[in-house]
């Protein structure tokens, strides 16, 4: 897997502009945030929003998703595609630590994809009232007892592609898909809200998604 995107951020004045460019589409985009309202986590930074996940039939994991960012604690969950499953469950399976899966890509001539957290569940990283607040500065209403119910959830479980939210009975996958501009979610902001958190994206991206593909006033249609 190859380093896909490049970011970049400036500080203009009371904001800091955030640039990406995304290789593999050949398109730049562009998201701001007040500066003082940054959201600091040691487990939340540009460098984890630097990845994406390619669909090639190789294995070529980047170092920086193997070998440093679970064991350096700079983010909580990583996934990649692989052509040897077994050695990435050798590894991590030999760590307390850590929780490994292996997920099929549903199609015959791809690698599959391998899927290591931390043990645990985002609970026991995040403060999730602190977490609520800070979305709810920006204008975005979180449901928080389905926010509450993932985020007790264990982290391997939400990564697993087959969790279904207990209230909502809607079911929930990490990897954001889309059709056209409209992002296939059930969950919509609490289900992207915790596959930033997963991922280890700033709130400050996450927050910029949810205002771009999630209507506030047809969300709510589960409840």
Known sequence: MKKDVIISEEANG??????IKKLFENKTTQYKYKTANKYESPYLSLENLSYHISLRNE???DDYLLNHALQENKKLCVSFFTNTPEVIEN???NH???SVLIRETGKPDLSKLAVV???GCLKDYFDMDDIVDWYERQGITVVDSILESMMDEEMITLLSGEYEHPVVKAKYDFIIRFEGDEVLQNLKAEGLIVTGLLLGYPLESTADLIK????????????
Request: negative net charge; hydrophobic residues 30%.
């Open 14 to 19: 009371e904001y800091t502009v955030v640039t």
């Open 91 to 93: 590894v991590f399976n």
């Open 117 to 119: 957290s931390r043990k």
């Open 212 to 223: 771009e593909v999630v209507d506030p006033f047809s969300r709510r249609e589960f409840w």
């Open 59 to 61: 294995d070529e994991t």
């Open 96 to 98: 307390e630590r850590y």
